[in-house]
């Protein structure tokens, strides 16, 4: 699945997500659902400090390099998934919950990865009713936790 179209399928699934960018590690930004170009930039750019803050934590503690990230405050949060090169940043409101706001980032990740066999089964069944079916799939999950 191209980037695109997987940041707007978290979207129509996450409610909780108000915004979301995909990026490099380097912080070039691959897809936004920001319809202002210069905010998905900045979230694109603090995307890249925050990879470079947990890089920097890691190697200080001498542990694996964090993988996931949460920067949170009264009025909202900063989600960030890491996948090898790639990485999805979110835009909270307050109070998220947590766990799921993480499987979503972590899904869509998965999804935009061409070798993983979620992102092959996404494209095998993609067409009309793909948006519908992911958002079945995620309130079923919801309904689980």
């Known amino acids: ?17 108000d ?16 319809s202002d170009d210069g905010r998905s930039q900045a979230v694109a750019a603090h995307a890249r400090e ?7 934590s890691s190697a200080a ?4 390099e964090l ?3 949460l920067a949170a405050t009264p009025a909202g949060a900063v989600f960030l998934v890491r996948d090898g090169e790639r ?14 706001v993480f499987y979503d980032l972590k899904t869509c990740l998965r999804l935009t990865d061409p070798d993983t066999s979620a992102a092959r089964e996404e494209r095998e069944t993609a067409g009309a009713g ?10 079923r999950e919801a309904d689980d936790e």
Do not use: K, Y
């Open 87 to 100: 990485a999805v940043a979110a835009v909270t409101g307050s109070e998220p919950t947590v766990g799921l």
């Open 130 to 139: 793909t948006s519908e079916r992911a958002r079945e799939r995620h309130e």
């Open 67 to 69: 993988s996931q990230v």
């Open 19 to 34: 915004g979301a960018v995909l990026v490099r590690e380097n912080g070039t930004l691959l897809a936004s659902t920001f």
């Open 1 to 17: 699945m191209n980037a695109g179209q997987a940041l707007a399928d978290l979207a129509a699934v996450s409610s909780q997500i």
């Open 50 to 56: 925050l990879l470079q803050a947990a890089r920097r």
């Open 61 to 64: 503690t001498g542990r694996a």
